[in-house]
């Protein structure tokens, strides 16, 4: 075979390999997922009639539409990246029986548009780890003790919610994640509007209505960096209170009012933006030079102030609801009288519009009303809207009421004359009913939690804190209701998780990781059972990975938001977690990697520059005219089979190459003869009759042997073998033909 179809092979599969290794991280277009429409309808007209049924059975990217109609479900898992959107917040009604609500344990979902009603514990949980939710449009209403939204995650967004407690217990947004954002909400009647707790830090609390609460906004255990601005925090018992070690929160353009205690600062944070403070309705300073700003700090604590306090209310071009809603009749009394706060809006109030459960909806113009006719026993909502004097109106507010009229209430205390008779009290005396601390209708006497804290009673007294105020409790981390250390008399044993991230105590502190800091372990699962993610160095990644079943650590690398870890330590890498998605796939299953494609293309250009180099570095050794030679030679004969012809043109280059030794020609010539048997021995006596043949191998670089007698000039050398091999090639010819 010659070299040049040889070259030419090589050239081929470089570059097919070339192009192949190419082709690896060429981005391709691909069709986008389709997103199905999946529908829910109590009566039977969409596809599924549950909401559960319709999560289970749907695809990532899916949409869930609710229809209207009331669905009573609870403890709704999505465990995919859907979104859930109800036709009507008014009509699409999800009554979760005393229970909870959604839990979510997938990143980016989306709720809204929902109106979540009677709910427990939480009415929708976002679990750890579940990034990038979104909740929007939604009602949510809430039982005693139990929690509107808990944000355990980060990168979510709540907004445009209005979220209602029964009772001033639970949390309306407990946010122990980073990165989130509360916007355009409304929240009252719990015992915290906003909870941020154990960590929480950069989140971002804007243009939200939080009113009727203990404390508006609660800012504790290490929560930094997160900033409040353009809201209405106004007849709470506190209005931001911010503790435990929680610096460098920013206030700012907020309107504080009506609170018995505008703020409360144990720590260090910000006040203003550096020009810009708030208003609060008891400052006393003065504005000597009319820029709407005191000329004197608003003193919050020792540490802390607003620098630039406004001197008037800071009104936003919207027309806030009306707050404070009450009933202030008796159960019994079956033409109930409603009353609220005034509304403050920039163009004024033209009147409420107010209507009881579905009927009409009437305008009048003070704060308070009385029905004008008897209403039937059972359970009512009263719905009120402010109207401005420019037309916008506010978004609605309601009220949950009971008739009853076998309720006989003389005093019009609120507790029965029958539960008067029974825990001791005058029926006849509106000042003398059951001591009820917490307002559940449960005397203290026999309520076994006075404060509704979640401790119990006995568990308090054990602990030494206040039994009476849900603000005293025992430490508790993870707010789990297990206290973190022992009881001072023993009775009561401490958590052993304080931190909840599923690593006992025990083993973080032999690990080294911090058992107060649920951030630095991350449980996932490999093929099927669970490990950990461990930080033991606590700066953001995790170095370890503990297998709980075996107890041994192994090895995990991060590198682009992926760890790479080698679960069973025999020192390759079995699986790859995904920060991103919270994902876990096989390590075999990962793509071939940039550097790794940039290395191979490296390799093949590398050998393609080596065999052309080789290929130019061997012809520049032969004279130009001696590698024309064989064309010339060849034209005179005619004609030769194929297989012939590529022999003889074989050994003609053979011999241009070859300089001085003519006995490597006979036997280049000799391997001829011997692929043509009908003339190989004939030519073998014509042509070189007992001629000795002397045969070694070379190699590119190796010095020929010089021969015993001298050689003559390479001109009559040259012209000499041409002489010869005429002769031979025309032999060869007669024979053929």
């Known amino acids: 075979m010659t070299r040049k179809p040889a070259l030419q092979r090589l050239l081929s599969i470089t570059t097919f390999l070339l192009v192949l290794s190419m082709s690896l991280y060429t981005a391709r277009s691909i069709n986008p997922i389709p997103q199905q429409i999946i529908t829910v309808d109590p009566s039977g007209n969409g ?73 427990k514990e939480s009415a929708i949980s976002i679990q750890p780890g579940c990034n990038g939710c979104n909740i929007s449009y939604c009602d949510i209403s809430s039982i005693n003790n139990g929690n509107g939204i808990d944000i355990l995650s980060s990168y979510n967004t709540i907004s445009h919610c209005n979220i209602e407690g029964v009772t001033q217990t639970g949390q309306a947004l407990k946010i122990q994640g980073n990165y989130n954002t509360i916007d355009d909400c409304t929240l009252q009647h719990f015992s915290n509007g906003i909870l941020l707790i154990d960590q929480a830090t950069n989140n971002n609390i804007m243009n939200c209505n939080i009113f009727d609460n203990e404390n508006a906004i609660d800012i504790r255990m290490n929560s930094n960096n997160n900033v409040i601005t353009n809201c209405n925090l106004y007849s709470n018992l506190q209005g931001i209170k911010i503790w435990q070690n929680s610096n460098n929160n ?192 449960l005397p203290d006497n026999v309520d076994t939690d006075d404060d509704n804290d979640g401790y119990s009673d006995e568990l308090e007294l054990s602990y030494g804190t206040n039994l009476k105020d849900k603000n005293s409790y025992p430490e508790d981390t993870d707010s789990d209701k297990v206290p973190d250390e022992n009881s001072p008399d023993g009775k009561y044993q401490g958590d052993i998780d304080r931190d909840d991230d599923g690593l006992l105590d025990t083993i973080e502190i032999r690990l080294g990781s911090d058992s107060a800091n649920n951030t630095d372990v991350k449980k996932i699962y490999l093929g099927g059972n669970p490990a950990f993610l461990v930080d033991v160095s606590q700066d953001g990644i995790y170095d370890i990975l503990y297998d709980p079943a075996s107890e041994t650590i192994h090895a995990v690398e991060y590198a682009d938001g992926i760890y790479r870890i080698d679960a069973n330590g025999d020192g390759s890498w079995d699986y790859l977690y995904h920060t991103t998605d919270n994902s876990v796939t096989s390590y075999q299953e990962s793509y ?135 002769k031979l090639f025309e032999t060869l010819h007669q024979k053929n033909t």
């Open 592 to 726: 071939i990697t940039l550097p790794l494609i940039l290395l191979l293309t490296g390799i093949i250009l590398t050998l393609l520059a080596i065999g052309i180099f080789s290929y130019i570095k061997t012809r520049s050794r032969y004279p130009k005219k001696l590698r024309g030679q064989p064309k010339k030679l060849l034209s005179s004969i005619s004609p030769i089979d194929s297989g012939t012809q590529e022999m003889i043109t074989e050994t003609r280059t053979l011999l241009c190459n070859i300089q001085h030794n003519v006995n490597i020609y006979i036997e280049k010539l000799n391997q001829i003869e011997k692929q043509i048997p009908a003339i190989s021995s004939e030519l073998e006596c014509q042509q070189f009759p007992e001629k000795e043949i002397v045969t070694q191998e070379f190699k590119d670089g190796d010095e020929l042997p010089r021969p015993e007698q001298p050689m003559p000039s390479s001109k009559s050398r040259y012209e000499d073998v041409n002489a010869e091999i005429d």
């Open 47 to 119: 596809n599924y009639t549950s909401i559960q049924d319709a999560i289970t059975h749907a695809s990532p990217t899916d949409i869930i539409q609710i229809q209207p109609g009331t669905y009573h479900e609870f403890a709704i898992t999505i465990d995919k990246k859907i979104d859930l959107i109800g036709t009507d917040t008014n009509t699409c009604i999800i009554n979760c029986n005393e229970n909870q609500g959604f839990i979510i344990q997938s990143s980016f979902v989306t709720i809204s548009h929902l109106q979540i009603t009677n709910t």
């Open 250 to 441: 920013t206030v700012y353009l907020n309107n504080m009012f009506k609170n018995d205690n505008n703020a409360i600062d144990e720590a260090t944070n910000q006040w203003d933006n550096g020009s810009q403070g708030n208003y609060w309705d008891i400052y006393q300073g003065i504005d000597a030079n009319q820029d709407s700003i005191g000329d004197a700090p608003y003193i919050i604590s020792d540490q802390s102030a607003d620098r630039f306090p406004y001197m008037t209310m800071l009104l936003a071009d919207v027309v806030i609801a009306p707050t404070d809603i009450k009933q202030t009749t008796s159960t019994a009394d079956p033409t109930p009288t409603f009353t609220w706060s005034s509304v403050i809006y920039s163009k004024g109030i033209t009147g409420y519009a107010i209507r009881i459960d579905a009927d009409q909806e009437i305008i009048i113009k003070t704060s308070t009303w009385t029905s004008p006719t008897n209403l039937t026993n059972g359970v009512h909502i009263f719905v009120i809207r402010a109207i401005g004097t420019d037309g916008p109106s506010s978004v609605s507010r309601s009220l949950k009421f009971t008739i009853d009229t076998n309720f006989n209430d003389l005093d019009h205390d609120g507790w029965s004359d029958e539960e008067e008779i029974r825990y001791g009290s005058d029926p006849d005396n509106p000042e003398n009913y059951p001591l009820d601390t917490d307002g559940d209708h």
